[in-house]
């Protein structure tokens, strides 16, 4: 009995041994006759695009995925190649090639990864025309992050996965220069001087223009193309994160608001005591803010009118560079106005040139306003004036209800209770000649 049950159990297991052979046989069958990567063609025309962007494209005219890690996406290596009717096989071996990539096949799956090459080490010394050495100068492998920077004797060492590679090699104030390394040998890089960086000429105060390296104070240049890069509806929003230590504060009021500039911070309890002085070509502009002119509550301080200032009034496309002199000593020619420092605005001047020359400048500036103040619709306009009853009453002008109450902006008159009064008509452009609902119009301002 116990014979039988396990030789039924053999035969059983047997059975189902077979049974997933085959199973297994046939479905490596499909696959092999549907993602047999030598047997796939595809025609793929590539123009400048990276690893990334070849391998979307190869997913797009196939069934395989890839499967890759950052230092693949972080790859700028770019590539332009034609391939009519080639395999997948064939067209990974070509980019096997021509990359430090390798490929690896499963099923429809294709994982790349890094080809695991000997590194070589390129060695060598950055010196200026002078024979002096520059540390702290850059080296980086063109088209990737791998890089390093040369020691205090000017020295470097730089690990690239194979050669020949092409460098770039650069440092301050003089010009970058790219060469490419075919032997892992000590190389000697000789950067030449920027000039046109170390003798660049600035203008400091009443116009003298002196080189940047004798100046003994701190100033900073805007040239115009960095203002016009943001393409502002005032200038002076172009210079915000352009000069250390300025601060561009702006009312948000509009596009033609006023602007106030503080260099290195404010030194005043008096507010309009912290602002750099403006000065157009040797002429300083008044910075304060020009309001309506009146001196009453409603129209003047406590409630101004921004119309701007006279750095508004300026247009960029007419200034061809600013210079920024910080603190007192950098402009003490201009006495105690510009204590807090100066910005001195140099406009273009007529230049001689070839042919006619056409400009064209267009800016739009949509500004929404971010939060409307709390408005009362319970009492309506008035000063507190009552009738013979000792009512508060309304009237535009004087009428049979009492003196005239619509000349002021206070609201002390009566509440909003469905009265009768006379009221502004504009029919008429005057007194209504009937009694109008007393009643608050609201978002009046908003719906304007």
Do not use: H
């Not at 021509?98 to 890094?114: A, E, G, L, Q």
């Not at 007419?318 to 100066?342: M, Q, W």
């Amino acid at each position: 009995m116990n014979t039988k049950v396990q030789f039924l159990k053999r035969k059983s297991i047997e059975r189902m041994c077979l049974l997933l052979a085959l199973l297994s046989s046939y479905t490596g069958s499909i696959y092999a006759e549907t993602t047999n990567p030598d047997d796939i063609k595809i025609s793929i025309r590539v123009s400048d695009k990276t690893f990334t962007e070849i391998f979307d494209e190869i997913e797009s005219l196939s069934k395989f995925t890839f499967a890759y890690d950052e230092d693949v996406s972080r790859s700028k290596k770019r590539f332009s190649f034609q391939k009519e009717n080639i395999s997948i096989t064939g067209l990974l071996d070509f980019l096997r090639k021509k990359s430090r990539f390798d490929f690896k096949i499963f099923n429809n799956t294709i994982t790349v990864i890094k080809k695991e090459t000997p590194q070589q080490i390129i060695r060598g010394t950055v010196i200026d025309n002078q024979g002096m050495p520059l540390p702290g100068a850059t080296i980086i492998e063109t088209g990737t992050s791998n890089g390093t920077t040369t020691n205090f004797d000017g020295n470097f060492s730089l690990r690239v996965p194979s050669l020949p590679v092409e460098i770039e090699v650069s440092f301050m104030g003089f010009q970058t220069r790219n060469l490419t390394v075919s032997a892992a040998q000590n190389i000697e890089v000789v950067l030449q001087e920027n000039t046109n960086a170390l003798n660049e000429v600035v203008v400091t105060a009443l116009g003298i223009k002196r080189e940047e390296k004798q100046l003994g104070f701190s100033q900073a240049t805007v040239e115009a193309e960095s203002l016009s890069q943001t393409a502002p509806t005032n200038w002076s929003s172009g210079l915000k994160g352009k000069v250390a230590g300025m601060n561009v504060v702006s009312s948000g009021s509009g596009p033609i608001n006023s602007q106030q500039i503080t260099l290195r911070g404010n030194s005043s309890f008096d507010l309009n005591g912290n602002y750099a002085l403006i000065v157009v070509d040797g002429v300083p502009v008044n910075t304060e803010m020009t309001t309506s002119g009146s001196g009453s509550a409603y129209m003047g301080e406590d409630s101004p009118i921004d119309y701007g200032n006279g750095i508004s009034n300026l247009n960029f496309d007419d200034i061809e560079s600013v210079s920024v002199l910080k603190g007192p000593g950098a402009a003490a020619l201009y006495g105690s106005r510009a204590a807090n420092g100066v910005l001195m605005i140099t406009t273009k001047s007529g230049q001689k040139s070839q042919g006619l020359g056409i400009t064209i400048n267009s800016i739009a500036s949509f500004d929404v306003i971010q939060r409307w103040p709390d408005y009362q619709y319970k009492y309506g306009q008035g000063n507190n004036y009552t009738n013979e009853n000792g009512e508060l009453y309304y009237s535009y002008g004087s009428s049979e209800d009492g003196g005239n109450t619509g000349a002021t902006s206070s609201a002390w008159g009566p509440e909003f209770n469905g009265q009768y009064y006379y009221q502004y008509d504009p029919e008429v452009e005057g007194q209504s000649l009937e009694r109008q609902l007393w009643r608050p119009y609201k978002d009046n301002r908003k719906a304007f």
